[in-house]
């Protein structure tokens, strides 16, 4: 016999886009705090910049993106990519990937330097492209862009990258 509707467990409500991303953020503030930088998040205030990190002296600031994944993998935009090459000078804009899986605690985080994930999607993107004939099928206007894990899996809590702690 089937349990009666009082007898079954409640199961929780599954957040929305906007929430998983605000937990992403909440995320990777606490952990850079836990490691004794400072963070303040912006909340989509600042485009293409979720937040500013310090060192506790505030002589080295860094930008971070922070993409969120519940279920799949990272969106973005094609847009997002550029060809570029590491730069000479010191990185000061990064990518905070978090990953909130349901069976995943904690968040897994991956930290990219941002002109190694904009040259990514750059050449990603044109790969897809050059398969399929210069134009994205069914789809030829979407910009759309999908980041797997197995792409940015070799930057795994790579958080001495920001040099703030």
Do not use: C
Not at 157 to 164: A, H, S
Request: proline share 7%; glycine share 6%.
């Amino acid at each position: 016999m089937a349990p009666s509707r009082e007898e079954t467990p409640r199961t929780m409500a599954k957040p929305n886009p906007q929430q998983v991303a605000r937990a992403g953020e909440h995320f990777v503030a606490a952990e850079l705090h836990r490691r004794g930088a400072y963070a303040v998040t912006f909340a989509g205030n600042m485009p293409r910049i979720d937040m500013l990190a310090s060192n506790a002296s505030q002589t080295r600031v860094v930008q971070i993106q922070v993409k969120t994944s519940s279920a799949g993998g990272w969106q973005t935009s094609t847009k997002r990519g550029l060809h570029r090459e590491e730069p000479s000078e010191e990185e000061t804009t990064f990518w905070v990937f978090v990953e909130l899986r349901k069976n995943v605690a904690p968040p897994e985080f991956y930290i990219v330097p941002e002109w190694w994930i904009q040259n990514d999607i750059y050449e990603s993107h044109k790969e897809y492209l050059d398969k399929h004939g210069g134009v994205r099928p069914n789809a030829p206007q979407s910009t759309h862009h999908k980041i797997d894990g197995r792409r940015i899996a070799a930057w795994h809590d790579k958080w001495e990258l920001l040099d703030i702690f």
